[in-house]
């Protein structure tokens, strides 16, 4: 609310600090590992996928996975991915697709 010179002064119940020192970003549970998979998906040459281990993850992969589909739409890119019991598989999915089994 904004103080005008009619209204009586009233005490604030919270802090204030400058508008420009207010962090901009967010920095969700998953960055570290989103963004090590997409560093590596950029040297990766196509036709080629990353092998992360399950047991490494922090978060379920179902947790990773969900974090990598927000961040690759956002970017604009586009991935694929894949799991058995062991490993998450991360590729690029090129102008010709993804890979046919």
């Not at 998953?30 to 950029?42: E, P």
Request: aromatic letters at 4%; charged letters at 25%; a positive charge.
């Amino acid at each position: 609310m904004r103080r005008t010179m009619q209204s009586q002064s009233v005490p604030m119940h919270f802090k204030t600090m400058a508008q420009a020192d207010v962090p901009q970003g967010r920095n969700g549970k998953h960055k570290l590992i989103v963004s090590r998979i997409l560093a590596d998906l950029d040297q990766m040459e196509d036709g080629a996928a990353l092998k992360v281990p399950l047991g490494g993850l922090a978060a379920s992969k179902e947790k990773v996975r969900s974090a990598l589909n927000r961040a690759t739409r956002k970017a604009g890119r586009k991935v694929a991915t894949a799991a058995d019991g062991t490993f998450l598989y991360i590729w690029n999915v090129t102008l010709y697709g993804t890979r046919t089994d």
